[in-house]
């Protein structure tokens, strides 16, 4: 044992413990794209996607979609140099305080946030920086502002509104009822098995909807009633369906027996749920900022088409083009 320990200890000392990660650590500074002078990593796409994740930002995650959004900000950050722009550190920390507020924290909050998952800050900067320089791209196209009208935006109302998610959906309520039994031999298993169904079928005969459960399991002991469950009648199986209509909401089904006890399930109604709407002033904000978000992009991409053509761009792993 202490042989073994001190051979641990000079393989650590003579630097020897770390050729193992050594391969690890050399692969997420692969180098997979330049973009001019500016190298992309493995690293960079990584930071990237954990950056995406911890901020809930519902963007594409796959490394091939975050390697490209990364080579945009590249090639925005040459031209801004080409043109001598610098972020200042009012437009830095204003941005960063926004992007705080929205996470529902302040800056150092999120910088909290992005070190327990392993983000560096300067991938939040960069991130950032990316944002403010796109900005002045657009404002120098003139391209600054989008313009949306009252009937753009009602039309897309209407859009969201007619989506098939939001139509109503029938819901059956079910609950069930179990008569546990204690572990023993299986004769012994069996004797109680019977002993809860009789038990089990009195209860049933009690009943008079799922509002008499409490009293209908008076006088039985360990009986256990579960909450009740919503369940689509779409997805229902048809099998389970059929037996709550054919039960209704006057008889039990069961009683069940299973390795652990008796079971029977309660069939409290049906009804028709329609999924929450915000109110309508929240829905045309809503289908405003998606609009306007939706035209930025367009100009976006405008706009680094041609700065990609004027940038070299330098794939390493043609297959990541």
Known sequence: MMRTFVLAALVAAAGLAGLDTAPAAAASQRVVVVVDDQPITDYDVDQRIRLYETLGMRRATDRKAVLKELVDDAVKRSEAKRNKIDVTDKQMQESLERLSKGSGTDIKGLETKLRERGVALSTLKEFVESSIITRWLLGRQGEAQVEVNDAEVQRRVATITSDPR???????????????????????????????????????????????????????????????????????????KQALEEAGTKRLIGPMPGPSGVRMIAFCGRRNVSPPLPPKDQLEA????????????????????????????????????
């Open 166 to 240: 939001l139509k109503p959906v029938t819901v059956y309520e079910i609950q069930q009822i179990e008569l546990p039994i204690e572990k023993g031999s299986e004769a012994m298993a069996q004797q109680l098995l019977y002993a809860r169904a009789v038990e089990a079928q009195q209860m049933a005969q009690r009943y008079k909807g799922c509002g008499s459960l409490r009293k209908a399991a008076e006088g039985i002991f360990n009986v256990k009633i579960g909450q009740p469950v919503q369940a689509a009648a779409d997805k229902m199986p048809p099998e389970m």
């Open 286 to 321: 809503y289908a405003r900022s998606q609009i306007e978000e939706e035209r930025f992009q367009v100009m976006i991409d405008r706009v680094l088409r041609d700065l990609r053509r004027r940038s070299f761009i330098d794939y390493k792993d043609a297959s990541l083009q």
